[in-house]
């Protein structure tokens, strides 16, 4: 598990400013889904720039282990709430990971917002969460859950904008791992023609009569 350092932006940027940082954000990960980094070193950049581009307090990427248990690949939390090991804890929250990975498409969850028929909150916080799956085509389970925190205050309106928008770097994420399995099948295929290959040459010295 990776820990990602969000970089704190001292004076608010205009618009126009704001604007032009995201699309900076998305060039320079749009450059690392071509990279051949690891997936948990791709991870913890995706985090860095999801939480830059919506000022988020907090984020991690989890991915699935067995018997629906959850684990961050990378985390950052600077909620002063260590928000990110609470939602670990809770049940509810490991709920809605599962629907969220069932359903394949990305959520806002409100403050104290319930799961499950035992009424415990997903979210015991009193930040906003936004969560987004990471699926690739040739693969329909995700291969982990982008989710980030916000104070809250948005409204609906921005609240879906900044869904849209880690939903944008979501599609980036599953580039990457798509164009990874697209190079380990490469590599295994040009392994395949050098052992027929190898076959070829032993076969060619034998006597078939």
């Given at each position: 598990?990776?820990?990602?350092?969000?970089i704190?932006?001292?004076?608010s940027p205009?618009?126009?400013e704001?604007?032009?940082e995201?699309?900076?954000?998305?060039?320079?990960?749009?450059?690392?889904?071509?990279?051949?980094a690891?997936?948990?070193?791709f991870?913890?950049?995706?985090?860095?720039r999801?939480?830059?581009?919506?000022?988020?307090?907090?984020?991690a990427?989890?991915v699935?282990?067995?018997?629906?248990?959850?684990?961050?690949?990378?985390?950052?939390d600077?909620?002063?709430?260590?928000?990110?090991?609470r939602?670990?804890?809770?049940?509810?929250?490991a709920?809605l990971l599962?629907?969220?990975?069932?359903?394949g498409?990305?959520?806002i969850v409100?403050?104290g917002?319930?799961?499950?028929?035992?009424?415990?909150?997903?979210n015991?916080s009193?930040?906003?969460?936004?969560l987004c799956p990471?699926?690739?085509?040739?693969?329909p389970?995700?291969i982990?859950?982008?989710?980030?925190?916000?104070?809250?205050?948005?409204?609906p309106?921005s609240q879906?904008?900044y869904?849209?928008?880690?939903?944008?770097?979501?599609?980036?994420a599953?580039?990457?791992?798509q164009q990874?399995l697209l190079?380990?099948?490469?590599?295994?295929?040009?392994r395949?023609?050098?052992?027929?290959?190898?076959?070829?040459?032993?076969?060619?010295?034998?006597?078939l009569t």
């Amino acid at each position: 598990m990776v820990m990602v350092r969000a970089i704190p932006t001292a004076v608010s940027p205009s618009p126009d400013e704001a604007l032009q940082e995201i699309d900076d954000l998305l060039e320079e990960l749009t450059r690392l889904t071509r990279s051949a980094a690891s997936p948990r070193a791709f991870h913890a950049e995706l985090l860095d720039r999801a939480i830059r581009a919506l000022a988020a307090v907090a984020g991690a990427f989890w991915v699935s282990e067995t018997n629906d248990r959850w684990q961050t690949d990378a985390r950052a939390d600077q909620s002063g709430t260590t928000l990110i090991e609470r939602l670990r804890a809770t049940p509810a929250h490991a709920e809605l990971l599962n629907a969220v990975q069932r359903g394949g498409e990305p959520r806002i969850v409100l403050p104290g917002t319930a799961a499950g028929g035992d009424g415990l909150s997903a979210n015991p916080s009193e930040f906003l969460l936004l969560l987004c799956p990471v699926v690739v085509e040739s693969d329909p389970t995700p291969i982990g859950i982008l989710e980030v925190a916000q104070r809250g205050g948005a409204s609906p309106a921005s609240q879906q904008g900044y869904l849209r928008l880690l939903a944008a770097l979501c599609d980036l994420a599953a580039d990457f791992h798509q164009q990874r399995l697209l190079r380990i099948w490469q590599d295994r295929a040009g392994r395949l023609a050098i052992l027929d290959q190898f076959g070829d040459r032993v076969h060619a010295s034998l006597d078939l009569t």
